[in-house]
């Protein structure tokens, strides 16, 4: 469907020209007609569906169109991390281009207190737009910073990883601020139960939204080692030898080893920072800057931290740790073969990894290669169905946390 057929803004239209962007993705041409009929909405679809685009479009058309205070906060954007929120305030940027009457602002955590006052001065002018995190929002509404009474729009972004970050509570409170009569707006690339208790709380009669997640992209070369957890830092160096690194990924499990995997590749001279959450913002703006602009080869982060990852030529991802959700398998191995390119992904697969693994294959419908270890690694852990089930009896179960995906693409199809 192309953008001219939603009933959007002219001057919103005329952004989208200039970005050569004409045809709706899947999720905003079913997104966009509710949110501009006043429905509240619960958006399920994957990263890089364009579900950003999909809630920023209507509301700034009907910021633009209707006759709303121009000294109150009308819209809430919630994101789970400063690294999205700045991801949706640069996209918002483009959208908003030609609408010169909306303001916004950006609020989130990990900066100074110069910044603390920007934001808090933003807020008291009455931004059309605030785009927070759940925790500095908390802090602002904690001192009076900001008043709330009046928002018409109430939007949560990634809402399951806001839940998987420990956030639901901070929602909640958050909620009592606000009018009871406003629009909600909920997009998440899973549902769990918890998501539809969220919905249940602060939603009234949302229309449903949901897109099947699609398969990883054909022009990603998949392979796995299956291995024991302590070959696991040897083999990534055994594939650097082979494979010399280049924009490179790798997601473990936790920060523990995200730390210990980045200073056991530094000191054998791989170029790698670690990204984890106990490092200062401005080191992990600085670690980013670093990554994207081609100064480090090797990223080693945590799903949750690597959300705002948002790079198109990343040639190679590794799994350290097997994702306990398929979904989650997509999402970080379709960072690479973006844009027409190609693109590599290999997974470590310990013992006990080996249900989830399988868990994967099945919704892949094909077994992945198995490459064999090099034989200074030493001997693998058989791979089988029987090793597998007596593993899962013996409490193995599939988790319900759900890991990170790239945030949410928020373009259209651009023109040939």
């Keep these: ?121 933003g807020m008291q002018r009455g931004a059309d737009i605030l785009i927070a995190t759940p925790g500095r929002l908390i802090s602002h509404l904690s001192l009076g910073n900001v008043d709330l009474s009046r928002v018409t729009f109430f939007i ?80 990534v160096k055994h594939i650097f030898r082979q494979i010399p690194p280049q924009r490179v990924i790798i997601f473990t499990g936790a920060k523990t080893k995200t730390k210990d995997l980045a200073i056991a590749l530094a000191k054998a001279k791989f170029n790698t920072r670690a990204m984890h959450s106990d490092l200062q913002q401005s080191e992990r703006d600085e670690v980013m800057h670093h990554f994207r602009s081609g100064h480090i080869d090797i990223l080693v982060a945590t799903d949750i931290v690597a959300r705002g990852i948002d790079i198109d030529d990343i040639q190679l991802v590794i799994n350290y740790d097997v994702p306990h959700d398929e979904e989650d398998y997509v999402h970080r191995i379709g960072r690479t073969a973006r844009a027409g390119r190609g693109g590599q992904a290999i997974t470590l697969v310990s013992e006990k990894d080996q249900p989830y693994f399988r868990q994967i294959e099945h919704f892949l419908g094909k077994e992945i290669s198995k490459n064999p270890l090099p034989p200074e690694i030493g001997n693998a852990p058989a791979y089988g169905k029987q090793s597998g089930e007596k593993r899962r009896n013996r409490g193995g179960r599939r988790s319900n946390r759900h890991s990170p995906r790239r945030p949410g693409n928020n373009k259209g199809t651009k023109k040939s």
């Design 1 to 121: 469907m192309d953008f001219y057929d939603l009933d959007l803004n002219d001057l919103v239209l005329d952004a989208l020209d200039d970005m050569n962007f004409t045809t709706a993705t899947p999720i905003q041409e079913h997104a966009i007609p509710p949110i501009l009929e006043g429905r509240d909405l619960l958006g399920v679809a994957q990263t890089g569906t364009g579900k950003t685009a999909a809630y920023l479009l209507p509301i700034l058309s009907m910021l633009q169109d209707g006759d709303y205070p121009r000294d109150a906060v009308n819209c809430i954007i919630m994101s789970p991390t400063r690294e999205l929120a700045q991801q949706i305030d640069q996209a918002m940027q483009g959208f908003a281009y030609y609408l010169s009457d909306i303001s916004s602002v950006a609020v989130y955590g990990g900066n100074d207190g110069v910044r603390y006052e920007q934001e808090k001065r």
């Design 156 to 235: 949560l972004d990634e809402a399951d990883r806001m839940l998987d970050m420990g956030f639901s509570e901070d929602i909640l409170q958050i909620a009592k601020h606000l009018p009871h009569h406003r629009q909600t707006i909920m997009f998440s690339a899973t549902m769990p139960q918890k998501i539809l208790a969220l919905a249940r709380n602060i939603m009234h009669n949302p229309v449903e939204v949901k897109l099947a997640v699609s398969k990883p992209a054909d022009n990603i070369r998949q392979s796995a080692y299956i291995c024991y957890e302590t070959q696991k830092t040897e083999l």
